[in-house]
């Protein structure tokens, strides 16, 4: 085989596996194979639908998102001899750029936490140390670096699992090139920008991650297809479609940037609020001929919209998905299910936006899906994708896909402040539940009592959860015994005064 023929078979099967492993996540991309369909996850509602580019969708907003910073000119310089240098050729015009937030208000983009959030930390500690400081896919092995990515957001966010983090932060960088695409000589948009987001929030640094400097990686992707569009590269892959970029993508596109403290172009920004539908939701797809708002999709982009400072498309689209939030705190893909991983970005969104109100119902709702004491102890503190999806025994692949995401939820953050603190701690705590009861001998008379956990949210049997005293213990009733302690010792006395004025009497009992 000629190093041209190895070169695009090594690319086929990079682009594929990339392609297939990154479908469940929010930078979700197609196989590459145009005849192929996306590997389907169970955890679907935070992927858009990838489709081929072809014209630009048009744009239900006419009004720049953002203010264009002026850029200044460059004047030509004389030589090192003195002689007028040469007339330098006609620059072309600098891209008009914007900065976003700064550190301090990308850090204040958070809202209240949960008492959960703590025991959801513990199961992503748990989970990612079984698997080698990683996830993989169930059904080949292959690094989910979109999954790992959400995981480490969720104990960034935590406050919590610090030791864990950096050893997953590790086993990142190590395995960025496949995850990004560099290793098959291609740069794919949406899992550059994640793998950015997810390096910043555990401390590490996107420019030389792995040796790669992904901020740059990212940065060349733009308006490779379209002005201020981040693309899949390079354009000529050698097949059908070559480009899965789609809105989520787009999103997480200016959100790492804006955290790598890197300016926007305007074009970028002004993309992204094309994808704006007239009800003020977004489109996943990019190329979509209709625009039909996906609550994935609007809260990527309203993260997005908040960290690029475009206040009123950023509001908009809130307020479209406070409007689309059940009365259970949830919300619903595009399946129409009720999950995990769309209310878990909605709360990310409502966190982002300062949407206290809505964000303490979603997070009312992600609790109701964490397995409690009543679940087998692998999955306890676990978020399910949803009720219909609960595991029984073991953790399933979609606990793992909906946690990370519900956990930055319960946390209060969002992809804008989501990152690891000074005060974080190095390991995380668990639930503590009371030990299954074991009998031997006869059976006692003594019945322990339940009482309930004040900080447990609803579990598996969409309650709290009881507690049993521990084994030997007094059943307490919530009276004083003062009073019948008192009462005993009264009939002693009047027992002892009757006893001997009956022997002084003669009387016999």
């Excluded at 460059?74 to 937030?101: D, F, I, K, Q």
Aim: a negative charge; charged letters at 15%.
């Amino acid at each position: 085989m000629s190093p041209t023929t190895t070169r695009v078979a090594l690319r086929r099967a990079g682009t594929l596996l990339v392609a297939a492993a990154l479908v469940a996540g929010p930078a979700g991309l197609a196989s590459a194979d145009p005849g192929a369909q996306p590997t389907p996850s169970v955890s679907t509602s935070a992927t858009a639908e990838p489709t081929a580019p072809t014209s630009p969708a048009p744009s239900t907003t006419t009004e720049p998102s953002v203010t264009p910073t002026p850029s200044a000119s460059a004047s030509p310089s004389p030589s090192a001899s003195g002689t007028p240098a040469a007339p330098a050729a006609t620059p072309s015009a600098a891209p008009e750029t914007v900065r976003g937030l700064g550190a301090a208000e990308l850090a204040a983009a958070a809202g209240q936490a949960t008492p959960q959030t703590g025991w959801a930390a513990d199961f992503i500690a748990r989970t990612l140390a079984a698997g080698g400081d990683h996830y993989q896919y169930p059904d080949f092995d292959a690094f989910d670096g979109g999954n790992t990515i959400d995981a480490m957001l969720g104990l960034a966010a935590s406050g919590v699992g610090a030791d864990q983090l950096g050893q997953s932060l590790d086993y990142l960088e190590a395995n960025v090139g496949g995850y990004m695409g560099a290793d098959y000589d291609s740069t794919f948009a949406g899992p550059t920008a994640k793998a950015v987001i997810g390096v910043l929030a555990a401390g590490g640094d996107p420019t030389d991650a792995g040796g790669l400097d992904l901020v740059a990686e990212l940065q060349a992707t733009e308006g490779a297809v379209e002005p201020g569009r981040f693309s899949d590269l390079p354009v000529d892959c050698g097949y059908t479609t070559c480009d899965y970029s789609n809105t989520i993508g787009q999103a997480l596109g200016i959100i790492a940037l804006v955290r790598a403290g890197e300016p926007l172009s305007v074009a970028s920004v002004d993309f992204l609020v094309a994808q704006q539908c007239a009800d003020g939701g977004f489109r996943g797809n990019l190329d979509a001929q209709t625009c039909v708002s996906d609550p994935d999709a609007t809260a990527f982009a309203a993260q997005a919209l908040v960290a690029a400072g475009a206040a009123e498309e950023g509001a908009d689209a809130l307020d479209w998905l406070a409007a689309a939030q059940n009365t259970d705190g949830s919300l619903e893909n595009s399946d129409g299910e009720r999950n995990a991983n769309t209310t878990g970005v909605a709360a990310q969104a409502f966190a982002a936006g300062g949407r206290d109100a809505d964000l303490a119902q979603a997070q009312a709702f992600l609790v109701t899906l964490q397995y409690d004491c009543a679940a087998a102890a692998a999955l306890r503190g676990g978020i399910a994708f949803s009720a219909g999806t609960r595991s029984t025994t073991t953790v399933e692949d979609s606990d793992l896909r909906a946690t990370g995401q519900a956990t930055v939820g319960l946390a209060g953050e969002s992809l804008l402040s989501a990152a690891l603190g000074e005060g974080s701690a190095a390991g995380t705590t668990g639930r503590t539940c009371a030990p299954t009861p074991t009998t031997s001998g006869p059976p006692t008379t003594t019945t322990p009592t339940a009482t309930v956990d004040p900080t447990e949210g609803s579990g598996s049997d969409g309650g709290q959860t009881p507690v049993a005293s521990g084994p030997g213990s007094l059943a307490q009733t919530g009276s004083d015994l003062l009073w019948p302690v008192a009462a005993g010792l009264v009939l002693l006395l009047v027992g002892g005064l009757a006893v001997a004025a009956s022997r002084r009497r003669g009387a016999h009992a």
